[in-house]
């Protein structure tokens, strides 16, 4: 009688099916719910995070802590019934959220069944086998030493085997995390770097979104590309400036009168260059508008990836994440989207983009960039292809939330992407994960 107490809605023939959520209040747990029909807890965070979890006695409770995770209020506790009673949240410590699962006296579950599975770093799933008597599990009462639960990690993601299965590039992953706790705490910054030789990987957020600013243009540029594959773009066609396109922000053509004229190609190219607001919306246009493009970009596996305004887009409402950018870039560099002519012009004019103050000033000598900047005062990033002098090439996006302006934000992508390019510039292709070659 006590979930129907609290639970108004809730029906007695019901309670094999019956979920219980609850929504983020923080940033970075997202949401999560205990579906009782398969006794399986869920967990979303914004941040990646890597579980511990942990069965304990008297009375028996699956406690699961998340490092590095807030929740941003205060504890609360949701009635289940049966043998699973309750779960309860909190704030462990100030750096760890807290998920215990109560289950109902005289019942546990055996630690070796308990399954704790990540989707993603920042998807998992704690499933529970039907819990038992305890007599039935274990002949000797039980006693108060918490016994461990392994936890499965998410595998690599191969972007559909476009990529080797790599593994996290350990030392560099700490690195980096200790530069954004010390240096740049005021920053949230979403990271993805990929060595497409090898598959391995530094990822801090990167299923975290976050405003796109100009580097939505990337996109848009490929599709552009798509469709001149397909034969419904010529690149010399001529496109007209039409009044109702023309908007301020970044870019030249917005100085010219209503009426001037110019090449598909020229327009494309205005748009990542000089990254020209004007030009994009033209391009947009010309290709069937917001929707078209967004189920363009839904085709391709892109899911947050989304335009939801015409440019300049100031308030920050077009999205995409790290992990995303990375994804496209390795479908980019991996000819998955375009033909040979087509990725060869798209990378020759990501690599004429003016703006060479973000992921550039980390690059050693020789080094070369295909990319593309954005920035509406809050939101800084840089997203690219980056080929070494010896050959070796990997994927970089970096995406910060500053305060309005905030010239950390700058210092912290050149910051991340020296640190990067140094590691990977001194490894050889085999080298260990876990720590930089002297």
Same mark, same amino acid.
């Given at each position: 009688?006590?979930?129907?107490a ?5 029906v007695?023939?019901? %309670?094999?099916?019956l979920l219980l ?5 923080? @940033?970075?747990?997202?949401s999560?719910?205990f ?6 807890? /869920?967990?979303?965070? @914004? =941040?990646?995070v890597?579980p511990?979890?942990?069965?304990i006695?008297n009375? &028996?409770?699956v406690?699961?802590? $998340?490092?590095?995770i807030r929740l941003?209020r ?8 049966? +043998? ?6 909190g ?7 807290r998920?215990v ?10 630690p070796?069944?308990v ?7 920042t998807?998992?799933?704690v ?15 039980p006693s108060n030493?918490?016994q461990?639960?392994a ?5 690599? @993601?191969t ?6 299965a790599?593994r ?7 690195r980096?995390s ?6 740049? &705490?005021s920053?949230?910054s979403?990271?993805s770097?990929?060595?497409m /030789?090898?598959?391995?990987?530094l990822d801090?957020? *990167?299923?975290?979104?976050?405003? +796109?600013a100009?580097?939505i243009?990337?996109p848009?540029l ?7 594959d397909a034969?419904?773009?010529?690149l010399?066609?001529t496109?007209?400036m039409?009044?109702?396109?023309? %908007?301020?922000?970044?870019?030249e053509?917005q100085? $010219?009168?209503v009426g ?5 190609? /020229? ?5 990542i260059?000089?990254?020209d ?5 033209m391009?947009?246009?010309?290709m069937g ?5 967004n189920?363009r970009?839904r085709?391709w596996?892109? /899911? ?5 305004n015409?440019?300049?887009d100031?308030?920050?409402?077009? +999205? +995409? #994440? ?5 994804r ?10 375009? &033909? &040979?002519?087509s990725?060869?012009?798209a990378i020759?004019?990501?690599q ?12 050693g ?7 593309? #900047?954005?920035?509406i *005062?809050f ?6 292809i ?5 050959g070796?090439h990997?994927?970089?996006? %970096? $995406?910060? =939330? ?11 992508i050149?910051d991340v ?5 140094s ?12 720590q930089?070659n002297?």
């Amino acid at each position: 009688m006590q979930t129907v107490a609290k639970f108004p809605w809730f029906v007695p023939g019901l %309670v094999g099916t019956l979920l219980l959520s609850a929504p983020a209040h923080a @940033d970075v747990l997202q949401s999560w719910r205990f579906d009782a029909r398969q006794n399986q807890l /869920e967990i979303s965070t @914004d =941040e990646g995070v890597q579980p511990t979890a942990q069965l304990i006695a008297n009375p &028996s409770r699956v406690v699961i802590d $998340l490092p590095g995770i807030r929740l941003g209020r205060p504890k609360t506790s949701q009635v289940i019934g049966g +043998t699973v009673q309750a779960v309860r949240t909190g704030q462990f410590n100030a750096q760890t959220a807290r998920f215990v699962v109560e289950l109902a006296p005289g019942y546990t579950v055996d630690p070796q069944q308990v399954q704790v599975r990540g989707s993603s770093l920042t998807r998992w799933t704690v499933k529970l086998p039907t819990p038992q008597p305890t007599t039935a599990i274990i002949a000797n009462p039980p006693s108060n030493v918490p016994q461990a639960i392994a936890t499965v990690a998410p595998p690599p @993601d191969t972007f559909g085997g476009l990529i080797p299965a790599g593994r996290p590039l350990t030392w560099l992953q700490q690195r980096v995390s200790s530069l954004r706790t010390s240096k740049y &705490s005021s920053l949230r910054s979403g990271i993805s770097f990929l060595d497409m /030789e090898t598959g391995n990987y530094l990822d801090l957020n *990167g299923d975290k979104v976050y405003a +796109t600013a100009s580097i939505i243009k990337l996109p848009i540029l490929i599709a552009f590309f798509q469709d001149v594959d397909a034969g419904k773009i010529k690149l010399n066609e001529t496109l007209t400036m039409t009044r109702d396109m023309v %908007v301020g922000g970044s870019g030249e053509m917005q100085d $010219l009168p209503v009426g001037s004229k110019f090449t598909a190609l /020229e327009t494309a190219t205005k748009m990542i260059t000089i990254s020209d607001n004007t030009a994009t919306n033209m391009i947009i246009k010309r290709m069937g508008g917001i929707q078209m493009l967004n189920q363009r970009f839904r085709s391709w596996g892109l /899911e947050k990836t989304v335009i939801r305004n015409w440019l300049p887009d100031l308030r920050g409402t077009n +999205t +995409t #994440t790290a992990k995303e950018l990375t994804r496209l870039l390795a479908m980019l560099d991996q000819q998955k989207l375009l &033909s &040979s002519k087509s990725q060869a012009q798209a990378i020759g004019i990501l690599q004429r983009v003016k703006n060479r103050k973000l992921l550039p000033v980390g690059l050693g000598r020789g080094a070369t960039i295909a990319h593309k #900047t954005g920035d509406i *005062g809050f939101l800084l990033g840089d997203a690219g292809i980056v080929v070494m002098p010896n050959g070796k090439h990997y994927l970089a996006a %970096v $995406l910060v =939330e500053s305060a309005y302006d905030d010239p950390a934000a700058r210092d912290f992508i050149q910051d991340v992407s020296r640190i990067v390019y140094s590691y990977l510039d001194q490894a050889p292709r085999t080298a260990s994960v876990n720590q930089p070659n002297p």
